[in-house]
C-alpha cells in the first residue's frame, strides 16, 4: 500500500500514521520529522531547512524532493509506505509522479484528513512532542500518564517551536496557498477520498481504516 495523508498543519497526520504503520508494517516516510532531524543534527540540509521552518515557511521544493527520492528507494519502503507532509506543492506531487512512474509503482490512494481550523488550533496549541523518542501527545485531548514526561522513553515533553500561535496562522495560511490545490490535483486522478476526523481518537481510526480498506489494495 503507499498512501498519501494530505491534511493542514495539526490534522493528526503523524498521529494517524503511527497507528498505520502498526498495523501494516510500512514506514511512516515524514518529510517534517526528517527536516527536524536534520536541523538537530546540523547536517548542511538541516542548516538550510531552519529558518523557513521556524517561520512556518516551506522549505524549497529541490530540497525535499531530494529527500524523498533517496528515501522511497530504501529497502523497508518496497512493500509500501506513508507519505506524511509530502507532497505539499504541485511541483513536488509532479516529481513523486515521475519518480514512482520511473520505478514502475503507483500510489494506492490519499487521504485527505478533515478537521475544522477551531480544532486544528487547538490541537496544535496542545501538541506536546517528546524531545528523546518524538512520541506526539496532546495537553488536552491526548494526555501523557504523567505531565510533561513521555510514556515511551520517559524523556521530557515540549512544544514544537513551529507551534508557537503567530507561526501557526502562517503554516494554515501556506497551507491554503500552496497545498490546497492538490486536493484538486488528486481528485483528478480519481485518487482522493476525504475522511472526517473530527472527533475521538478511537472513532477517527476506525474511519481511517475503513476508507483505506476501500480505497486502496491493502
Ligand atoms: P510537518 O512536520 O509536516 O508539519 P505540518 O504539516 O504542519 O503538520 P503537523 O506535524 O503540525 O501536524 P500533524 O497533521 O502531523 O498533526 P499531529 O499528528 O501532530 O512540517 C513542518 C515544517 O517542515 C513545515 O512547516 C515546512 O517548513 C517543513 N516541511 C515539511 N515537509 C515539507 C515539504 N514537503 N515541503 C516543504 N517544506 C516542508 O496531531 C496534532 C495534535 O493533535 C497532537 O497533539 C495529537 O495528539 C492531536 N490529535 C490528533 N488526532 C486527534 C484526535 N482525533 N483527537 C484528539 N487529538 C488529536
Ligand atoms: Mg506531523
Redesign the pocket.
Known amino acids: 500500500m503507499r498512501i498519501i ?1 494530505l ?12 497507528e498505520l504503520v502498526k498495523k501494516y508494517k510500512i514506514p511512516q516516510i ?7 532531524a536534520a536541523v538537530k543534527a546540523g547536517t548542511p540540509l538541516g542548516k538550510q ?1 531552519q529558518e ?2 521556524k ?7 529541490s ?2 524532493i531530494e529527500l ?1 527520492r533517496e528515501r522511497i528507494k530504501e529497502g523497508d519502503a518496497s512493500k509500501g509506505f506513508i507519505l ?6 504541485l511541483p ?1 506531487a509532479q516529481s513523486l509522479e515521475k519518480m514512482l512512474q520511473s520505478m514502475n509503482i503507483r500510489l494506492s490512494g490519499v487521504l485527505k ?1 478533515e ?1 475544522a481550523k477551531a480544532i ?1 488550533l ?3 496549541t ?4 517528546c524531545k528523546g523518542c518524538g512520541a ?7 494526555k501523557p500518564q504523567k505531565d510533561g514526561v513521555c510514556d515511551k522513553c520517559g524523556k521530557e515533553l515540549i512544544q ?1 517551536p ?2 508557537k500561535p503567530e507561526t501557526i496562522e502562517n ?1 494554515l495560511t ?2 491554503q496557498k500552496d497545498t490546497a490545490p492538490l486536493i484538486e490535483f488528486y481528485e483528478n486522478k480519481g485518487l482522493l477520498k476525504r475522511v472526517q ?5 478511537d ?3 476506525a474511519r481511517i481504516f475503513s476508507a483505506l480498506e476501500k480505497t486502496a489494495k491493502v
Open positions: 495523508l491534511g493542514e498543519p495539526g490534522a493528526g497526520k503523524g498521529t494517524y500514521s503511527a515524514s518529510t517534517g520529522d526528517m527536516l527536524r531547512a523557513f521552518m517561520k512556518g515557511e516551506l522549505v524549497p521544493d530540497l525535499v524523498i506524511d507532509g509530502f507532497p505539499r506543492t513536488q484528513i478537521v486544528l487547538k490541537r496544535l496542545g501538541r506536546r512532542v506526539t501527545y496532546n495537553i488536552d485531548t491526548m514544537r513551529d507551534d503554516r501556506v497551507y476526523c473530527e472527533g475521538e481518537y472513532e477517527v481510526m
